[in-house]
T-cell receptor, first 116, second 110 residues
Framework: EAGVVQSPRYKIIEKKQPVAFWCNPISGHNTLYWYLQNLGQGPELLIRYENEEAVDDSQLPKDRFSAERLKGVDSTLKIQPAELGDSAVYLC??????????????FGPGTRLTVL | GENVEQHPSTLSVQEGDSAVIKCTYSDSASNYFPWYKQELGKRPQLIIDIRSNVGEKKDQRIAVTLNKTAKHFSLHITETQPEDSAVYFCAASINYKLSFGAGTTVTVRA
């Protein structure tokens, strides 16, 4: 079974530039998550999708961050414009929710963003 | 929202000894507690998890205990090996939303 795929793996941009990250979840997983992981910290949830619906985006800084999952499969996270403090690893995860199932989330390798 | 605290932040153990990591959570509604292992530059991977209706779970050299009354849970690794060196994260979940601790860097000395 293929795991969660993310691209690019690394991205270096100058501040005020836009950037986008792409995620392909595990096949059949209806729930997709975007997390932010700062150095030396645990992941922090940015947004959670169930199919194509964003069911929890309370932690997403909506002034500069946006996300979409148009067909309920792949997802894109965008930052425009990027700031120095956005430098971090952006992790995508997916899970298959359901009664009685574990809530196990499978993580992708992440995109390491450096804003100069 | 849920707040998860994790201790210690770093842990160095001699190969073959045990390692214990402790976490506390704030919201009594949390019902799922996974532990993730993250090696340098790699993705977090689930190593063990426990639900709120279970007090203890073991998988080979790894065990997790949960005390719902005190709102804390712990990871125990026995007979540590060099490949156990990594960052370990605890998390607590309410309605599929995971809140992570800050992580424990475990170093196993040969």
């Amino acid at each position: 079974e293929a795991g969660v795929v993310q691209s690019p793996r690394y991205k270096i941009i100058e501040k005020k530039q836009p950037v986008a990250f792409w995620c392909n979840p595990i096949s059949g997983h209806n729930t997709l998550y975007w997390y932010l992981q700062n150095l030396g910290q645990g992941p922090e949830l940015l947004i959670r999708y169930e199919n194509e619906e964003a069911v929890d985006d309370s932690q997403l800084p909506k002034d500069r961050f946006s996300a979409e999952r148009l067909k309920g499969v792949d997802s894109t996270l965008k930052i425009q414009p990027a700031e120095l403090g956005d430098s971090a690893v952006y992790l995508c995860a997916s899970s298959s929710e359901g009664t009685g199932l574990r809530n196990e989330q499978f993580f992708g390798p992440g995109t390491r963003l450096t804003v100069l | 929202g849920e707040n998860v605290e994790q201790h210690p932040s770093t842990l160095s153990v001699q190969e073959g000894d045990s390692a214990v990591i402790k976490c506390t959570y704030s919201d009594s509604a949390s019902n799922y507690f996974p532990w993730y292992k993250q090696e340098l530059g790699k993705r977090p991977q689930l190593i063990i998890d426990i639900r709120s209706n279970v007090g203890e779970k073991k998988d080979q050299r790894i065990a997790v205990t949960l005390n719902k009354t005190a709102k804390h849970f712990s990871l125990h690794i026995t007979e540590t090996q060099p490949e156990d060196s990594a960052v370990y994260f605890c998390a607590a979940s309410i309605n599929y939303k995971l809140s992570f601790g800050a992580g424990t860097t475990v170093t196993v000395r040969a």
